[in-house]
């Protein structure tokens, strides 16, 4: 049973999260990448509401089912680009920070696939996950009643 409802409750906090994800969706890091990372922190963390909502989201952005199913075994796959590989390394160290403080050798090896603000970017795509799966979790976010927002037809002349 859901304990709190974060938007209700404390809206400003919900609208500061919410433009944090908006100023990611604008960053300029792929569609897929972010849908990526989230899956996969969200899978580390076991927050089932998170993994119901980017789960249906990827969904709705056209990736492919293979990439979604394989993706906690994604050392494992060639499905992915080096450049996701780089991504999905960084989001594990970054959402298991307390284990491994992020060594510098992956920030090395990923830097060869991210510019400097790529890369601030993707550490805060990752914190945001981390942060929204924390807030799920703690307040029993009910699984499975997400729902994909239909897109919004542009208007004009």
Not at 150 to 157: A, D, F, H, L, R
Request: negative net charge.
């Amino acid at each position: 049973m859901e304990r709190f409802n974060m938007a209700r409750v404390a809206p400003g906090a919900y609208h500061a999260m919410a433009g944090l994800e908006q100023y990611l969706h604008q960053s300029g890091l792929e569609p897929a990448l972010l849908h990526l990372i989230k899956l996969r922190a969200s899978q580390i963390n076991g927050c089932a509401y998170c993994l119901d909502m980017h789960w249906k989201d990827s969904k709705a952005a056209g990736l492919e089912d293979i990439k979604l199913y394989e993706l906690p075994a994604w050392r494992e796959t060639s499905l992915y680009t080096d450049r996701e590989q780089a991504a999905l390394a960084w989001t594990e160290a970054v959402t298991l920070v307390a284990d491994n403080h992020v060594p510098d050798q992956l920030y090395e090896d990923v830097r060869k696939h991210f510019g400097e603000k790529e890369l601030a970017d993707l550490t805060l795509a990752v914190a945001a996950i981390n942060a929204w799966n924390r807030l799920a979790i703690s307040a029993r976010a009910t699984p499975g009643i997400y729902q994909v927002p239909k897109p919004q037809m542009k208007t004009g002349t």
